[in-house]
């Protein structure tokens, strides 16, 4: 079956930066578009950087453009994003996740869903 885990996670003073890894199994990595999603706090669910199959392109959310850098290995089927100048507004919980269907706009369209991993910015 489809899984996708995250670790990484952790607690990181302002301007910091952590990395996420995301291992996939279960499916043809390098035939899927694949990206990192957050949630914080009584928001929603949003998609901040996602990658396209053989080299299909990368997106960004302008919250994130800049600081994140999404890349993929195909060969270990995983999935990173080094976070740098982390702010106190990229507080949640980070998903990795499939997407079903590439709009060359924004990242959406998830498939399946990892566990999630908690990024905490604060001093």
């Known amino acids: 079956q489809v899984q996708l885990v995250e670790s990484g996670g952790g607690?990181?003073?302002?301007?910091?930066?952590?990395?996420?890894s995301c291992a996939a199994s279960g499916f043809t990595f390098a035939n899927t578009q694949i990206?990192?999603?957050?949630?914080?706090?009584?928001?929603?669910?949003?998609?901040?950087?996602?990658?396209?199959?053989?080299?299909?392109?990368?997106?960004?959310?302008?919250t994130v453009k800049g600081r994140f850098t999404i890349s993929?290995?195909?060969?270990?089927?995983?999935?990173?994003?080094?976070m740098n100048n982390l702010k106190p507004e990229d507080t949640a919980v980070y998903y990795c996740a499939t997407i079903r269907v590439w709009n060359g706009r924004s990242c959406s369209s998830v498939g399946y869903w990892g566990q999630g991993t908690q990024v905490t910015v604060a001093s």
């Open 11 to 20: 607690l990181v003073q302002p301007g910091g930066s952590l990395r996420l």
């Open 72 to 82: 993929r290995d195909d060969g270990k089927k995983m999935l990173y994003l080094p």
């Open 35 to 62: 990206g990192w999603f957050r949630q914080a706090p009584g928001k929603e669910h949003e998609g901040i950087a996602c990658i396209g199959r053989m080299f299909g392109g990368v997106l960004y959310a302008d």
